[in-house]
Structures are given as structure tokens and as C-alpha cells.
């Protein structure tokens, strides 16, 4: 087929989709607007693209056409300049004025399309610089899609509970403001540092994720007017999301289960840490009953949340019930007006409040509402036009979510900052609640609305080595903390021996004492290493187990839907 004419086919049913979905568009008349702006251009762009082979070309015309694509995607809100250039470059086409003001806010489409024509990679490699300045292409997509964001702080929050089941193994002073209440604090007690240490508010974090990945997609659809889609998918997800989230949740116990039957977790059971040895369980006393411990174990976990195996899991059954509550809460509201369906979300989120749902259930509505937010046209044109008072305004919101996240989990009472946080905890939260719990949620999801609306806090948490660790998130949590009761814990206490501790009233020997630290200088080197083989492990995972457990998930759907619910109709642009 000549290339001019696939580039024909594709462009109609791109701008068919864009008619029919809206896709990258949030209403349909500015989807409609684009599909009949973009129309005019294709006829000229098709005549550039069929007319320049690249096999044969010389190299001053594909650097000429390159230049162009170049410019066409980097410089997308400056038309006087885009004329200016296509005349230099005699290409003979001008681009009409009413597409330059829909690349001025959708210039997403505008560089698929153009980077399409130009026969190269829509995204090309970090390497690969554009006319941009100093920053890359893909630098700049990650920058103006929310999903790296979002990678970004989950690969924050991941690590931040690692660091506080490590603090509260090895330092559980430091979940105290202070290190008595007429002593000083140390660096890691003092507000906003402490942040570094405080993995609760991690877990809320991970809920408002939740809430607005799985709500973003749906609510799109919805304002652009197929509903009917937003419901289909909807529904593929909410069966999808068990089979993803729980098998994962399966390998990770299976894998603690056997290295408990083979003594992995002996020296765990009597080292000198409260939370290793509360943590870390006995093997069975057969082999029937190892068995019979392992499935008993692999119900209670999504039942009651306990897992002897792996005690943190007790967060993955709160965590799945949040997301059953988005789903419902989509199916209910997808036929909406977007203004009434953001005010009952907001009235959701008051009734989780006050009904004392602080774990999981206002954050998960918290992630509703701001993605809601993020797709509404008005809001973030308002925000767009008073640069000023969104800059102040976002990082208001980020000093206090992180001072809310800073509220300590014990001995409040011993800091004058935690103190104060106290009191206004009283006239805030329902009575009877635990502070511990709100201040967190209360944290994350004042925190999450200020990243949202500020550019600098987009920028860094677009990085790619917070993407990357984001990506290893999910393994990460899973395989945390058996981790530390294993090498960890071998690498900290296996060379020491435990203390003799006398002899009792009667002449009897004592039990000997925990099993101490062999050497505290060994801290420094073993935790940066246990950092480095820990994400090691999660790329194994997520290379190995995740694509796994995604073929299983996939192959159960292949045998229980129907026929005419197997096959997605695939958008162009998503």
C-alpha cells in the first residue's frame, strides 16, 4: 500500500475516533473543533510525507523535513513562528488559525500526529534532543501526562515504608517526637524530616493512587460523552483488578511461607528488634500442617487481613475494598453532570470522615475528586490564567501536608509542634478517632492536591528515577519485608551471639537474652547495599513474576467472558 494512503486511512479513523470518543479531549466540542481543524492540514501533510522517500532521499531533505517535525512539536503554541518556518522551508502549507488555538491546550495530538507523518518514534529516546532546550522530549511527556507524576510519588511512598519498617525495627524512638519529654529531639524526630520515617501516610498515599488511576480513564469517556464505554471498561477492570492484585499477593506468601518451613526466619525470631520478632512466624510442626497453615493463611489474608507469613499484607484487603468502592462509585456517577458528580464525591468523602474510614476510605474518594478535577476544562484554565496564586497557593498546601504527615504515632505530647497538632486535631476530627490515622490521610491528601497544581512539584516527581521507582513499587512492597526478616536481619544479627542471662531465684539457668547487633558501624554498609539488592530483587519481579501473573489473569478472563466482551475496540489515542 503507497504511504500516502495508509497515512489516509489512518488519519480517518483517528479523526472518526476523535468525532466519536473525544479521546485527549474533554468535552466533545473542542474534540470536534480539533477533528475539523486538523482535517485541513492532513491533505498537505500527506503530499510531505508520500513525497520524501527516506530510503533514497538526500541528507539536506530529511533534515529539512526533520527540522520541520522538530519544530512542529516543540514550538506548537507560537503560529507565527510555525507560518514563518513552513514559508522557509517551502512546503507550501499554512496551519488555520483555529488549530492553533486547540494546540495551544491539546498539543499531545498535534505531536502524535506529527511525529506519525514523520515516520519517526512518537516519543523518541531521553538521548534524542528537540528544539526544547535543555530538556527532552520524553522528559516533557512524562512532564504533561499525570501518570509519571503519579509514578513518581508511589515510588516515593514505596520506599518511605521500607524506611519505616526498617526505623521500627532498628529505631522505634524515632516514632516519638522527641527522646523523652525533657529531652531534645534528634534530626529524624524534628517535622518535615520525620517524613522520612512515617509510613503511614505512605498507605494513604497508595489509596488516593488508587482512586485516581482508576477513576481518570472512566471519568475522560464520560465528559466526552461515551458513557457507554467509560462502563465497559469499567466493568473489565473491576474483574481484572483481583486476578492483578491478589495472585501477585499469593507467589510473594508462598515464597515467605517456604523460607519459613526451612528456618530462614530462625534468627528473626530471637533478634534484638520487637517488630522483626513479632513478624516473623514459626515453621510448622508437619508437613500436612504446613500446608494446611499455608491455605488458611491465603484466606485470612483477604478476609480478616492477617497473614502470619507476611504481616504487612493486612493493608492489601483495605486497599482492594478501595478500589471495589471506586468502581461503584463510577458505575453510579458515570451518567452525571460533571458539577453534581463532583459535589457527591465531595459529600462521600465527608461521610467517610466522619464515619471514621481514615485508612483507605476518604482517600480513596480524595483520588476521585482530584482526578475529576484534573479533566475539567474550567478548573485548570482558571488555574492556568493566575500563575501567581496557583504557585502560592500549591506550595501552602504542600507545607501543610507535609507537616499533617509529620504528626508522630507515639507521645504526642512530647514536642510543642505535635502538641498543637493535638488540639486542632480535636476541633478537626470526629471523636473517638486515632489521630495517628487521620493525620496522615489528612497529609497525603492535602499533599497530592498541591503537587497537582504545582509545576515544580510535576517536574521532579516526572524524574525518571522516580518513574523507574515507581514502576517497582508493587514488587517492592511485597517483598519489603521478608527481606528484612531474612538477609537483613542475617547480615545484622547472624554473627553475634545471644547473652547468657544468669540464673533464676531456684539456681536455674535463664533463657539467654535477644540476639544483639554484632556491630553498629555494620548499619551504615549493610542498609545502602540491602537499598540496592532490594530493588534488584523487584526488577526480577516485575521482569519474571508480574508478566506471569498478568498471562494467568489474562487467560481466566479468555475463559469466562463472553465473546463479545474479549475484544476491546482499540483507540487510536488514549
Known amino acids: 500500500m503507497h504511504a500516502g494512503q495508509a497515512n489516509q486511512d489512518y488519519y480517518g479513523a483517528l479523526l472518526k475516533q476523535v468525532k466519536n470518543t473525544g479521546a485527549g479531549f474533554p468535552t466533545a466540542a473542542a474534540a470536534a473543533a480539533a477533528a475539523a481543524a486538523a482535517q485541513q492540514c492532513f491533505p498537505t501533510l500527506d503530499r510531505e510525507r508520500s513525497g520524501i522517500d527516506t530510503r533514497s532521499a538526500p541528507p539536506s531533505q530529511l533534515h529539512q523535513r526533520r527540522e520541520y517535525v522538530q519544530i512542529k512539536s516543540s514550538k506548537l503554541g507560537n503560529c507565527q513562528a510555525e507560518r514563518h518556518r513552513q514559508e522557509k522551508l517551502d512546503i507550501g502549507t499554512t496551519i488555520p488559525s483555529p488549530l492553533c488555538n486547540i494546540i495551544t491546550r491539546y498539543n499531545a495530538l498535534v505531536v502524535s500526529l506529527a511525529s506519525l507523518i514523520s515516520g519517526n518514534d512518537p516519543y523518541p529516546a531521553e538521548k534524542r534532543r528537540g528544539l526544547g532546550g535543555r530538556k527532552s522530549r520524553a522528559f516533557m511527556y512524562r512532564l504533561q501526562h499525570a501518570d509519571f507524576c503519579l509514578k513518581g510519588l508511589r515510588g516515593i511512598a514505596s520506599v518511605l515504608v521500607v524506611t519505616a519498617h526498617i526505623c521500627r525495627s532498628l529505631a522505634p524512638h524515632l516514632l516519638s517526637p522527641a527522646m523523652s519529654d525533657k529531652l531534645p529531639p534528634t534530626l529524624l524526630q524534628l517535622p518535615f524530616i520525620r517524613c522520612l520515617v512515617m509510613g503511614r501516610a505512605s498507605v494513604a498515599i497508595f489509596a488516593i493512587v488508587t482512586g485516581y488511576v482508576n477513576s481518570l480513564g472512566p471519568l475522560k469517556k464520560s465528559r466526552a460523552g461515551n458513557a457507554d464505554a467509560a462502563l465497559s471498561g469499567v466493568a473489565k477492570s473491576t474483574f481484572r483488578r483481583f486476578g492483578r492484585f491478589m495472585i501477585p499477593a499469593v507467589v510473594a506468601t508462598v515464597f515467605s511461607w517456604l523460607g519459613c518451613q526451612f528456618g530462614a526466619y530462625d534468627i528473626a525470631r530471637v533478634a534484638d528488634s520487637q517488630w522483626i520478632r513479632d513478624t516473623s512466624p514459626e515453621s510448622s510442626t508437619s508437613f500436612a500442617g504446613a500446608f494446611y497453615d499455608l491455605f488458611k493463611n491465603l484466606g485470612t489474608t483477604w478476609i480478616d487481613g492477617f497473614n502470619?507469613?507476611?504481616?504487612?499484607?493486612?493493608?492489601?484487603?483495605?486497599?482492594?475494598?478501595?478500589?471495589?468502592?471506586?468502581?461503584?462509585?463510577?458505575?453510579?456517577?458515570?451518567?452525571?453532570?460533571?458539577?453534581?458528580?463532583?459535589?457527591?464525591?465531595?459529600?462521600?468523602?465527608?461521610?467517610?470522615w466522619k464515619s471514621g474510614d481514615a485508612l483507605v476510605g476518604f482517600n480513596i474518594f480524595c483520588g476521585i475528586f482530584l482526578a475529576d478535577v484534573s479533566v475539567d476544562g474550567d478548573i485548570t484554565s482558571f488555574a492556568a490564567a493566575h500563575p501567581f496564586f496557583q504557585a502560592v497557593g500549591s506550595s501552602i498546601l504542600i507545607f501543610l501536608g507535609l507537616l499533617f504527615c509529620s504528626y508522630p504515632e507515639e507521645n504526642p505530647e512530647w514536642a510543642r509542634w505535635s502538641t498543637k497538632l493535638l488540639h486542632f486535631g480535636y476541633w478537626i476530627f470526629p471523636s473517638g478517632v486515632e489521630f495517628s490515622r487521620y493525620y496522615p490521610g489528612l497529609g497525603a491528601d492535602v499533599l497530592a492536591a498541591g503537587v497537582m497544581f504545582n509545576a515544580t512539584a510535576k517536574k521532579l516527581l516526572s524524574l525518571r528515577f522516580l518513574c523507574w521507582m515507581g514502576k517497582l513499587?508493587?514488587?517492592?512492597?511485597?517483598?519489603?519485608?521478608?527481606?528484612?526478616?531474612?538477609?537483613?536481619?542475617?547480615?545484622?544479627?547472624?554473627?553475634?551471639?545471644?547473652?547468657p542471662q544468669g540464673k533464676d531465684q531456684n539456681g536455674n539457668d535463664l533463657p539467654p537474652g535477644w540476639l544483639p547487633i554484632a556491630n553498629r558501624w555494620v548499619i551504615f554498609f549493610a542498609l545502602p547495599l540491602f537499598y540496592v539488592f532490594l530493588y534488584r530483587v523487584a526488577g526480577l519481579w516485575a521482569s519474571y513474576v508480574d508478566p506471569w501473573c498478568t498471562n494467568v489473569t489474562q487467560r481466566f478472563e479468555d475463559l469466562v467472558f463472553r465473546d463479545d466482551a474479549k475484544v476491546d475496540k482499540p483507540l487510536l489515542l488514549s
Open 308 to 352: 502470619t507469613y507476611d504481616r504487612i499484607q493486612w493493608t492489601l484487603t483495605y486497599l482492594l475494598k478501595g478500589s471495589m468502592m471506586t468502581y461503584l462509585s463510577l458505575f453510579a456517577l458515570v451518567y452525571v453532570k460533571p458539577r453534581w458528580r463532583m459535589l457527591i464525591i465531595a459529600g462521600m468523602f465527608y461521610f467517610k
Open 473 to 499: 513499587s508493587w514488587p517492592v512492597y511485597l517483598l519489603h519485608a521478608p527481606l528484612i526478616r531474612t538477609v537483613l536481619t542475617w547480615v545484622l544479627f547472624g554473627a553475634s551471639v545471644r547473652p
